[in-house]
């Protein structure tokens, strides 16, 4: 049965000693998630006419709806979930879920969708694609082992698992990709305005941090 973060009160710190003081612990968690996700863009790397948000530079409808976003639905919360395996103190064994404002998901549905339509993806990607499963993926590596076992010939394959690669991403590496996949600069702009001022808060059994 799968366990969250109000199962398991104390933590364990970076030198794997227990943590029993309520502040000590939202501290911990605060860190934590602190070092895990992407931190705060600086001046030098803001984008391009991020102060010009509403002009026409930017996709019709779309920035001159997001600067009436208020500081609280711009502001989140990660829960921490236990993974069910490893220790339950160990913050490494936790999966952060964010939650944002009902405001936040609607505009990022909208960017999403848009950028469904203007970006360009491979064939052979089989996760977070509509009508695709990682399923899918699996029944062709079978029937690609079958064929091979069939002529007696060998199949090398490699897989890769990247630790906690959602979380960090670097934020650069994300605008130069949507770039390469030919996705216009102007939904860039868009969704590095997204991360200006957003704060993160974490929920934990001792309050938020």
């Known amino acids: 049965r799968r366990r ?3 199962n398991v009160k104390y933590i364990k710190d970076e030198g794997c000693r227990t943590i029993v003081r309520e502040e000590d612990i939202r501290t911990r968690w605060g860190k934590y998630f602190s070092s895990l996700f992407n931190v705060t863009p600086s001046e030098e790397s803001r984008p391009e006419g991020s ?29 921490p979930v236990y993974k069910n395996k490893g220790d339950a103190q160990s913050c490494s064994n936790y999966r952060g879920i964010k939650l944002l404002s009902h405001t936040m998901k609607l505009w990022e549905r909208v960017i999403e969708r848009r950028l469904r339509r203007e970006s360009r993806v491979s064939e052979n990607q089989f996760g977070f694609m509509p009508g695709r499963s990682a399923t899918e993926a699996i029944h062709l590596l079978r029937s690609l082992m079958e064929k091979y076992r069939e002529r007696q010939r060998d199949l090398h394959m490699a897989f890769q698992d990247l630790e906690k690669a959602y979380d960090n991403v670097p934020r650069e590496l994300v605008w130069k990709t949507l770039l390469n996949k030919g996705t216009p600069k102007r939904y860039s702009r868009v969704i590095k ?3 200006e001022g957003a704060k993160t808060r974490v929920r934990t059994t001792a309050g938020n941090t």
Do not use: F, K, Q, T
């Not at 010009?52 to 919360?77: F, M, Q, T, W």
């Open 4 to 6: 969250d973060i109000g």
């Open 51 to 79: 102060g010009e948000v509403g002009r026409s530079s930017s996709p019709a409808h779309l920035d001159c709806y997001y600067p009436r976003i208020n500081h609280e639905e711009r502001l989140s919360e990660v829960i």
């Open 193 to 195: 305005d997204m991360y």
